[in-house]
């Protein structure tokens, strides 16, 4: 179907008809079957198997035109096969394996009539209250870009269009409260929280939604400038851009519309498309029309880019899903949801522990997150199947034989308050070798409007973790949860603390390869926070006139508040994370020596190549993330103290060396400067590379005024 059999269709349609093309509603029985025979509804939400082949059916083969169906589905992190949630995606630091387990999660989407998945979330997350962060690949542009475009390009590889969301600044909700406000200026827009949506244009995503939140007065689906300006005029996203849920009508509790008409004229005139849920444009664009208040020229540009989306998914010509497609094959999913998630565990700690060796003759699983198969499936996970959810207790079994592995769960849920089988857990684990201890935050604990003010081990888990503690039996605790959690005072309590965000349905045996040799390599996407006091907290902060001492020493309790130093600090807390982004450790030692750079001064349109030897010291096989960080040392605006420029896992055997190369192009230093331009501005550069985000060798670089 081309753009002129488009125009011509939609000189055929009439304005009920466009109504209902930029209308997205849930069916609930007849009045929907209805709908959609009248051309009143141009994509459903939530119908998934059967269903969604009976409506495609009637909108095919009954409606006047005939016109397709979107049908959209929360495919966030996967579908029958769950994979980790998106946060444990992005500590894999592997784009690749994201495209993967999204085109998987399409093959299984699309199987069941799904094609439309609201997904990648592209959201920067700095604030770990917020329960959204789960969904998100988390605090840094440069790795929610590289995450969210292999997403995109998984997805729609298989024919299932995917959605950035939530456009934008939702993450920065004031107070980390879902659905907020938003205070962002221009700047920390163009050069932090938009980059991810312009990445994800770039690679083709079919569909945006709009966010929820306000936008410094203005509420996201509501925001002209960004929608149609920036998004759609000035990156020419000719795609289609949906809303959030009822949130063109949720513009009259924001206090922006008046009523339903207003909302209805404010949302297609920022350029959202079609309206999730609500339907204030099925009942009031004709209206608004007709007293001249609304152009229908807007109308038919949202139709256009809805029949365009419809066409590029091939659904005129088969709207039940393409016959050549590739079927999803269950044990090839199985085997990547496994990979995925062991290499999205995080180790923080091991003093000893870990790997659990030959010697532990009897280990005991402990905790509400052991033998969970559904709460280690995370949030969003409508179709996943929790008979196929693999635990950690199962795969130990399976792994060490089923009489050296024994349970107890401790308490019976991660909430629960109840002690009543804290005796029997304690008993247990005196009984044992080894405890690993499975703690953390069920599924409900985070996701949309799941947020927290307490970012502690919830209900009674650090009773339980200090009872087990106490008997002297070493403990691996293992952490399940969908947000970074304070962990200062659960880490004296355990040897050994491997922290695997929500698993995905092959959590327990990714978890046990690890327990029992293969070395972790997931790295964090996330600063973890020493106390909810320091949030936001985040790794590409600027430097302030103030800055305190890189080393300055946390203030050890008890010490008296030492009010002398006038630093950007804090008096009872340590002003550094626990954990700082990009952290992680292996099995093994890995050395980075010998930083060069291929030249110490470049022009702008230069490419500088910059390598470190890299040694695994250690006495076992492991996988490195190398990271690549710059600093922009004086700018016409401050800049950030580092930034993410590039990462590549490295995989080395004991002893051996490696390396390590990256082109780092000048167009990678650009940013907005105080006339919002964005320039690539000559000066000094300090380039790092390392294993996080707080360390590593660097060097520094001089980028030279252009030429011309
Ligand atoms: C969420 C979106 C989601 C939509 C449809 C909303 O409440 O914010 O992310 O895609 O619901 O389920």
Redesign the pocket.
Known sequence: MTEHDIEQLISRMTLAEKLGQMTQVQPHGRDQEERVRQGGAGSL??VVGDDAYHYQWLAVEHSRLGIPLLL???V?HGFQTVFPIPLGQAAAFDPERVRQAAAHSAREAGAAGVNWT??P?LDVARDPRWG?IA?SFGEDPLLISRLGVAMVQGYQQEGVAA?A??FVG?GAAEGGRDYSATDLAPRALLDTYLPPFLAAQQAGVMTV?S??NDLDGVPATGHEDLIRGTLKNRWGFDGLVVS????VTEMIAHGFCEDAAAAARAGVSAGVDME??STSYLDHIAGLIEQGLLDIALVDDAVRRILRIKARLGLFQHPYGDPGRTQPQRPVATQLARSLARDSCVLLKNEQGLPLGEHARRVAVIGPMADAPGEQLGC?VFDGERQHSQTVFAALQERLGAQRVVHARGLEHCRSHDLDGLEAAVALARSAEVVVLCLGEDAGLSG??HCRAHLDLPGAQQTLLEAVAATGVPVVLVIMAGRPLVLGPVLPHAQAVLYAWHPGSQGGPAIVDLLCGESPSGRLPVSFPRSVGQIPIFYNHKNTGRPPHPDAPSIPSGTPLDPSGFFAAYLDEDHRPLFPFGFGLGYTRFEYRDLQLSASQLTPGGTLCASVLLSNAGHRSATEVVQLYVRDLVGSVTRPVRELKDFQRISLQPGESQRVSFELHTDALRFHDRHLRQVCESGRFELWIGPDSASGPSAVFELMASQA
């Open positions: 939400i939530n959209g589905r929360d966030i609201f997904s979330m959204r969904e959605c969301k939530h939702y939604m966010a929820f959030d849920w009822c949130s999730m849920a969003w949309e409007a």
